[in-house]
């Protein structure tokens, strides 16, 4: 139980850092290119879930990959919504971040189911 506790902190901690990676990077771009204000809240919705998926491919492990999985997805998103509306001034909480909160819990389970069986296979 603790290993699998641990698991998810460690995946939802990464997922983070790698969001915030992410968006720093983006951001930079929008600076250098002059990218229109509209490319970026599809562009950050890409990076969220490429970031869980990253997250639970690095530190998901053992069995019940969906189950780690949705849980550290759901803790992704709602940590970075906390950070980002922290940072932007601005929490929120509309229709947009409950489907926010379920492609986050859908990419984790994935990523988790994936993450298990990889390493079963390695």
Same mark, same amino acid.
Do not use: C, H
């Given at each position: 139980?603790?290993?699998? !506790?641990?698991? *998810? ?9 790698? #969001?915030?990676?992410?968006?720093? !990077? ?8 002059? @990218? %229109?204000?509209?490319?970026? =809240? %599809?562009?950050?919705? &890409?990076f =969220?879930? $490429? ?5 639970? @491919? *690095?530190?998901?492990?053992?069995? =019940?990959?969906? !189950?780690k999985?949705? &849980?550290?997805? $759901?803790?992704?998103? @709602? ?10 001034g ?11 909160? $379920? !492609?986050? &819990? &859908?990419? /984790? /389970?994935? #990523? ?11």
């Open positions: 139980m603790r290993k699998n !506790i641990f698991q *998810i902190v460690k995946a939802a901690a990464a997922a983070v850092v790698i #969001s915030l990676l992410f968006v720093l !990077i983006f951001t930079l771009i929008i600076k250098l290119f002059s @990218l %229109p204000m509209t490319a970026v =809240k %599809p562009v950050n919705q &890409v =969220k879930i $490429l970031a869980i998926a990253g997250g639970g @491919l *690095i530190f998901i492990r053992g069995d =019940k990959g969906l !189950i999985g949705a &849980v550290y997805g $759901l803790i992704a998103v @709602l940590l970075t919504y906390l950070i980002f509306g922290l940072i932007s601005s929490l929120a909480i509309s229709w947009k971040f409950a489907l926010e909160i $379920l !492609i986050g &819990v &859908v990419a /984790g /389970g994935i #990523s988790g189911i994936i993450a298990v069986n990889i390493k079963k296979g390695a």
